[in-house]
């Protein structure tokens, strides 16, 4: 299967596989924000997904599909965090050994957690070392079957159904906005909105720093960018994938982004009018229904926030840096 035949049949067996593991999360919707906007938001509320971010749904997807060699031998993953922890949970629940390749530099709470789910974690250094390299080898030496953090089918399926069950619970969009890293939460998300509702707009988000998937999407050609420099470090993707970007080419219909400024102003809005904790990267789409690249005057507009996972130390000096 090539990313252009990956369909929604696929998000629906995905979906499957998920309900009764999975938390169905709340959509929640805010006056302050939509009187501000003049639109109706829809925010679909993956911080409150089990581990804290969408990445479980991809993940355990993944893992459910082992054959027996693979689920005895074990897995191994590469992440700064929200994909270790899914996949350090889903392993656990499903009686699979895992290996964590994280970088040294991940933030303390994503470290303590992924331990925390009984897997191993192997440290590396992101200046001076490939974690995939290191993957690789980890699953030549062990047997271990890799599962990547986006460039994969099943991680895509598993991430496409949060616009699934988002679409079931409100109905038809005018817009869908996804935060974007390496594409399988857009990609998954924007094949079930053409699937469903094929006059949606569908609009991956990522950080102004790192606008790879935006120079990607208009030029055509996989775009490489050194590491961004931004809060959002679950997007700190260098590029999309070989699978989700043909996706992305054929289903998105834009990309735009989000600074750190503005990420920081959506945290804080959150916490303030809705009572809740989102990562930065979890931001981005919010980010960029609060700003002035987007009209959305009068629509419809679902909202997906992907992830919750942030230290309180941080997420303190990062709103008080906005002060
Ligand atoms: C991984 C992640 C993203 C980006 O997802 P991709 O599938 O890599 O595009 C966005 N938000 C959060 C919270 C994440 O953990």
């Known amino acids: 299967m090539t ?11 995905a979906h499957e596989r998920l309900v009764g593991i999975i938390s169905q999360t709340p959509v929640l919707t805010s006056t302050t924000a939509n009187e501000r ?47 270790a922890q899914g996949i350090a949970l889903a392993a656990k629940l499903l009686g699979i050994p895992a290996v964590i390749v994280m970088p040294t530099d991940a933030p303390t709470i994503k470290l ?6 009984g897997a191993e974690v192997v440290l590396y250094d992101r200046a001076t070392e490939d974690r995939e390299a290191i993957g690789q080898r980890l699953a030549y030496e062990r047997g271990l079957t890799l599962v990547p953090p986006y460039d994969h089918l099943q991680v895509m399926a598993g991430q496409g159904t949060v616009a699934k069950e988002l679409f079931e619970e ?17 990609s998954g998300c924007a094949t079930v909105a ?30 490489h960018i050194d590491l961004p420099v931004t809060i959002a470090d679950g997007a700190q993707t260098q590029h999309l994938g070989r699978h989700t970007f043909p996706v992305i080419l054929e289903r998105v219909d834009d990309i735009v982004t989000a600074s750190d400024k503005e990420l920081v102003e ?58």
């Open 3 to 13: 990313g252009a035949t990956f369909s929604y049949d696929d998000v629906i067996r």
């Open 37 to 83: 906007l003049g639109a109706q938001l829809y925010f679909k509320c993956e911080n409150f997904q089990r581990m804290g971010a969408f990445k479980f749904r991809g993940a355990y997807n993944a893992l459910a599909q082992f054959t027996p060699e693979q689920r005895r031998l074990g897995v191994v993953a590469f992440s700064s965090g929200n994909h």
């Open 112 to 117: 303590e957690a992924t331990r925390g789910y």
């Open 170 to 186: 409100v109905g038809s969009l005018d817009v869908l906005l996804v935060p974007l890293g390496g594409g399988g939460l857009l």
């Open 194 to 223: 053409k699937a469903l509702h094929p006059e949606c707009r569908v609009i991956g988000v990522e950080p102004e720093a790192g606008n790879d998937g935006q120079r990607s999407f208009r030029s055509h050609l996989i775009v």
């Open 266 to 323: 959506a945290m804080a809005f959150f916490a303030s009018r809705m009572k809740m904790l989102v990562e930065p990267t979890g931001c981005l789409g919010a980010a960029a229904a609060f700003g002035d690249q987007l009209d959305l005057r009068g629509q419809r507009v679902g909202v997906v926030i992907s992830g919750g996972n942030i230290d309180l130390t941080r997420f303190s000096s990062l709103l008080q840096g906005a002060l």
